[in-house]
Nanobody, 116 residues
Framework: QVQLVESGGGLVQAGGSLRLSCAAS????????MGWYRQAPGKQRELVAT??????TNYADSVMGRFTISRVNAGTVYLQMNNLRPDDTGVYYC???????????WGQGTQVTVSS
């Protein structure tokens, strides 16, 4: 089992920055990829960025060049968000995928609100 806790959300003006943190506990050695997803009101959850245990990264086109995902160890991942826009508003969820079983875990989410 893996538990994920996000932090770092908040209210920021357009053009500002935030850094989200996700801390995993439990069987962190079993984690392969970690990532961030977001869900805006009335929309489906969408991928923001992912990073594997080999530090390979993948970004949504909408955040490329503005967001940076990083991973400190097996169970800690950050999302640095710069030049935020109002359409970045949503609940941001941390995600972890186990290496052998591909079991997916989710955090409880943290709210990011960008005002224009």
């Amino acid at each position: 089992q893996v538990q994920l806790v996000e932090s770092g959300g908040g209210l920021v003006q357009a053009g500002g920055s935030l850094r989200l943190s996700c801390a995993a506990s439990g069987l962190t050695s079993s984690i392969n990829a970690m990532g961030w997803y977001r869900q805006a009101p009335g929309k489906q959850r969408e991928l923001v960025a992912t990073i594997t245990s080999l530090r390979q990264t993948n970004y949504a086109d909408s955040v490329m060049g503005r967001f940076t995902i990083s991973r400190v160890n097996a169970g800690t991942v950050y999302l640095q968000m710069n030049n935020l826009r109002p359409d970045d508003t949503g609940v941001y969820y941390c995600n972890a995928v186990q290496r052998l079983t591909s079991t997916t875990y989710w955090g409880q989410g943290t709210q990011v609100t960008v005002s224009s």
